[in-house]
């Protein structure tokens, strides 16, 4: 039996008799023309890149009554009957060296003696945060929450029902075909892999605005147990959040801060050391607390080398990229390097700013070694740290506004975002400035950015006495 084989013709690829037909028998000249200009016309959107843009973003910074001075914080844990003196001896020793200052925050909930953990606390925590930077955002784009397309919220630790994008759908009153989307349990590298899906989502909706919503819930996960390796969350965390405004249409290229260049998304949780590393569980006693074992800071390593390795080859100049294959191919092949370190890229040469995510001081301090970075490439994470403590996923935005509200960043100036979160995963993102960038009254720095940097000692007293 024949078959009669149709095969799809590019319209592009046919001769000026075939596109006669293809236009329609006896078709003009006239009608020919029209034709080739709307096929050229396809072929152009095809063909051009679709780019997306940071248009703009604000941080949460909680109001005075929310501070937790070092003497407070040790007060209510010492105040608290369920804690031996080793548990209170442990978190003070981790205080004292973890470089934050007097001046981060926790939820009003948690300074209680004794601390209240509750749904209804944990949602009042997360509207305050997530409604602020929200609003704030709004406010100063003069937007309405009606034109926003895409809606992504992340929280790792806290995920009601209904999700928190629903209730930021409920509040702002948005559209009801808005594209949602409520990430939980990825950890502190969820703000980047929320930066990767908004970019997925508006190149295929060309022409999209995109709203990220990154915090982390502190109230109902506030380890109350005497685990240590759980006993490091309580210290090392603290309230924040970012609201982040993103575009593909190009009319807002005008008004944007940055272009997003690349996002590299690394993940081991094949790996049971890694999947482990970073682990909600319940301790002998059965409370619930999220372990950080000793294996962080190498599976860390491990990840950041895999994740830049990725990353490496599309914004390092081919000089350093030569230089680190040669390298390579002399230590694996010839084994001349062997007593020696192997070789590391400059990533110096790739950027200008690195925001690096305040995980702690040991990551920052391995970040600083492993990629042979100035203390000023670090100032931003270490000042962020210092002031805000770790605020998860939403990290990276508050190092980004430290460097604008101390006006480093200037037009052609490309800046790297890389946080670490549990899975085990590594995620990084590139921006390129659009424009001189000058800080506004909303940057959550300005009021105080004189005073920074400030010497950050590596450990402080902070015992009664």
């Given amino acids: 039996m024949n078959q009669t084989r149709i095969d799809r013709v590019s319209p592009i690829s046919l001769t000026m008799s075939e596109l006669t037909t293809f236009l329609g028998s006896g078709g003009s000249v006239f009608e020919i023309f029209v034709g080739l200009l709307v096929l050229y016309l396809i072929y152009q959107r095809i063909r051009t890149r679709v780019k997306v843009y940071l248009l703009d973003f604000t941080c949460y910074r909680a109001p005075e ?80 929450p009606r034109s926003i397309d895409i809606l992504i919220t992340n929280c ?20 009801s075909n808005i594209k949602s989307f409520n990430l939980s349990g990825m950890g502190c590298a969820a703000g980047i892999l929320s930066v990767g899906l908004a970019n997925d989502l508006l190149k295929v909706h060309r022409g999209s605005l995109a709203l990220i919503i990154s915090t982390e819930a502190l109230n109902t996960h506030w380890y109350i147990g005497k685990d ?44 049971d050391r890694a999947y482990r590393c970073i682990y909600q ?8 607390g999220v372990s950080i074992t000793k294996d962080v800071i190498s599976v860390a390593g491990d990840m950041l080398k895999m994740n830049l390795t990725s990353l490496g080859p599309s914004v390092l100049p081919y000089l350093e990229q030569f230089q680190y294959v040669i390298q390579n191919i002399l230590s694996k092949k010839l084994k001349i390097y062997e007593s020696t370190s192997s070789y590391t890229p400059n990533f110096k040469t790739a950027f200008e700013h690195f925001c690096i995510h305040t995980g702690g001081r040991a990551v920052i301090q391995a970040m600083e070694m492993n990629l042979n970075l100035t203390k000023e490439d670090i100032e931003p994470s270490k000042m962020t740290l210092h002031r805000f403590g770790n605020t998860s996923s939403s990290s990276i935005w508050y190092t980004l ?58 450990s402080t007293n902070i015992r009664p006495g």
């Fill in 281 to 288: 569980d319940i301790d002998s006693e059965e409370k619930q």
């Fill in 401 to 458: 506004s430290y460097l604008e509200a101390k006006r480093r960043m200037r037009k052609g100036d490309r800046v790297l975002q890389i946080a670490f979160g549990s899975g085990f995963k590594c995620n990084s993102a590139v921006w390129r400035c659009i424009r001189d960038v000058e800080p506004n009254i909303e940057n959550k720095w300005l009021d105080f950015i004189d005073s920074y940097p400030v010497d950050v000692p590596d």
């Fill in 65 to 144: 009554s929310n501070r937790v001075p070092m003497s407070t914080l040790i007060e209510t844990i010492y105040l608290d009957d369920k804690l031996d003196q080793d548990s209170i001896d442990f978190q003070t020793r981790i205080l004292e060296r973890s470089w934050l200052s007097n001046q981060t925050s926790i939820p009003l909930s948690l300074m209680e003696i004794p601390l209240k953990k509750s749904l209804p606390s944990v949602q009042i925590e997360t509207m305050t945060t997530i409604f602020t930077s929200v609003e704030d955002l709004l406010k100063k784009n003069k937007l309405s």
């Fill in 228 to 271: 240590r390796s759980m006993l490091l969350t309580n210290c090392l965390f603290r309230m924040g959040a970012a609201a982040v405004l993103m575009s593909s249409n190009d009319h807002d290229r005008g008004n944007a801060k940055y272009e997003l260049l690349h996002v590299v998304r690394t993940n081991k949780a094949k790996d």
């Fill in 156 to 175: 790792s630790l806290h995920s009601p029902t209904p999700s928190l994008s629903a209730m930021v759908i409920n509040k702002f009153h948005m559209r």
